[in-house]
C-alpha cells in the first residue's frame, strides 16, 4: 500500500524551531519528486516547497525562503521539513505528498498523486 | 488572495453537471498544465486531474477537466451527495523563481 505518515508537529512558541518527517512506503522514494503543502486552519491549501528526486533542485514558496529546509534521505524513504524562526503564520496543517514525476518544474505530468493525513503545528505563546 | 482565481462557491441538484472555473496568468496556466484536487471534510486532498484533463487510475469518468489559454475548468457530470467537497485548481507557476500556487477554492454543495 502506498502510504505516507508525517510526524514531527507540536505547539512550539513563536521564534522557535521544529523539525517535520515523512516516512514514506510502498512505491519507490527516490523516483519521486516529494512536496509540503500546509493549510492553515479553515483556508485553503498552501504550496510551502519541493524536493526533487535526487535533490538536485528544491524550491520554496517565498514566505518561508531562508527559514525553512526541505530535504529527503533516499536510504530511509524519508522527507523533512525543517522549520526555524516559526511565527503565528505558520500554523496550519503540513501534508507529506508525493508528486507524479521525478523532478519540481518543467514536467507536464505532474500533479501531487499521493497525500500524507498530515501533521499539527501551532504556533502561539 | 490566490494567485489562481476562483469562484468560493458552487452548487447543484443530484444528477446535474457543475463547472468550476479557474483563472491564472501567463506565468502558470498559460504555460503549464493544471491539477485539480478534490477535498472531502476532515480528509487529505486527492488528485482529480492532472496535465490538464488526464485522469488518474480510479478517479471517475464523471469528472473532467479542460483548459484554454489562461484559464481552466472542472467539470462534474451526474452530480452525486459524495462530491460535496473543497477543490482546488493548482499550477507551476515560474515567476519568482519557481513555485507551485493553488487556487483560493471552490466549495461544492449538493443540494
Known amino acids: 500500500e502506498v502510504q505516507l505518515v508525517e510526524s514531527g508537529g507540536d505547539l512550539v512558541q513563536p521564534g522557535r524551531s521544529l523539525r517535520l518527517s515523512c516516512a514514506a512506503s510502498?512505491?519507490?522514494?527516490?523516483?519521486?519528486?516529494m512536496h509540503w503543502v500546509r493549510q492553515a486552519p479553515g483556508k485553503g491549501l498552501e504550496w510551502v516547497s519541493g524536493?526533487?528526486?535526487?535533490?538536485?533542485?528544491?524550491a520554496y514558496v517565498d514566505s518561508v525562503k531562508g527559514r525553512f529546509t526541505i530535504s529527503r534521505d533516499n536510504a530511509k524513504n524519508s522527507l523533512y521539513l525543517q522549520m526555524n524562526s516559526l511565527g503565528a503564520e505558520d500554523t496550519a496543517l503540513y501534508f507529506c505528498?508525493?508528486?507524479?514525476?521525478?523532478?519540481?518544474?518543467?514536467?507536464?505530468?505532474?500533479?501531487?498523486?499521493?497525500w500524507g493525513q498530515g501533521t499539527t503545528v501551532t504556533v502561539s505563546s | 488572495q490566490s494567485v489562481l482565481t476562483q469562484p468560493p462557491s458552487a452548487s447543484g441538484t443530484p444528477g446535474q453537471r457543475v463547472t468550476i472555473s479557474c483563472s491564472g496568468s501567463?506565468?502558470?496556466?498559460?504555460?503549464?498544465?493544471v491539477n485539480w484536487y478534490q477535498q472531502l471534510p476532515g480528509a487529505a486532498p486527492k488528485l482529480l486531474i492532472y496535465?490538464?484533463?488526464q485522469r488518474p487510475s480510479g478517479v471517475p469518468d464523471r469528472f473532467s477537466g479542460s483548459k484554454s489559454g489562461t484559464s481552466a475548468s472542472l467539470a462534474i457530470s451526474g452530480l452525486q451527495s459524495e462530491d460535496e467537497a473543497d477543490y482546488y485548481c493548482?499550477?507551476?507557476?515560474?515567476?519568482?523563481?519557481?513555485?507551485?500556487?493553488f487556487g483560493g477554492g471552490t466549495k461544492l454543495t449538493v443540494l
Open positions: 505528498t508525493k508528486d507524479r514525476v521525478a523532478t519540481i518544474a518543467g514536467d507536464y505530468y505532474c500533479g501531487l498523486d499521493v
Open positions: 510502498g512505491f519507490i522514494f527516490d523516483d519521486y519528486a
Open positions: 524536493i526533487s528526486w535526487n535533490s538536485g533542485s528544491v
Open positions: 501567463s506565468s502558470n496556466l498559460r504555460s503549464n498544465t
Open positions: 496535465y490538464n484533463d
Open positions: 493548482a499550477a507551476w507557476d515560474d515567476s519568482l523563481n519557481g513555485r507551485w500556487v
